[in-house]
């Protein structure tokens, strides 16, 4: 059986004016194509991010999946459970003050009582341990009195 190879159809001797300005071009067409792709990508990213993150907090339990495995759940600084609206501006809050003031802006957490972090302290939340939790480390501690309350 016979290979027939076949010449290249485009001879860069002969007819460079096809081959000129293309690896520029290429790169600046690359550029538009990953914008094209990126930007629908990263604003889906984000409407889902904010929809998790507010019908998880907003849900009774007030925590995302994570606060849950972890016992936490988040409250206003009054006691309120987190509602739908506050948990997607919390999400807005944590990334804002993340990505401007750089991952340091977590060090808020170590100088008050509560533990809060910046962007819960402007938003006016607390996250605490829940109930269930609450409960046994109040029965783990010695003299702890279970009418202490929460």
Do not use: C
């Amino acid at each position: 059986m016979p290979i027939d190879i076949k010449p290249h159809a485009y001879d860069a001797q002969l007819s460079p004016e096809l081959f000129e300005g293309v690896l520029s071009r290429r790169v600046i067409a690359f550029v538009i194509d990953f914008v094209l792709i990126a930007v629908p990508v990263v604003v889906a990213t984000v409407i889902w991010a904010l929809v998790y993150f507010g019908t998880t907090l907003g849900a009774p339990a007030s925590a995302t999946i994570g606060m849950r495995v972890m016992d936490l759940e988040m409250r206003t600084w009054y006691g309120a459970p987190a509602y739908f609206v506050l948990g997607a501006v919390h999400a807005v809050g944590f990334w804002f003050t993340v990505s401007f003031f750089t991952p340091f802006v977590l060090l808020v957490a170590f100088f008050n009582e509560r533990r809060r972090l910046l962007h819960d302290i402007l938003l006016g939340t607390v996250v605490i341990n829940n109930a269930r939790r609450a409960a046994m480390l109040r029965g783990a501690m010695p003299g702890a009195s279970p009418y202490n309350g929460l």
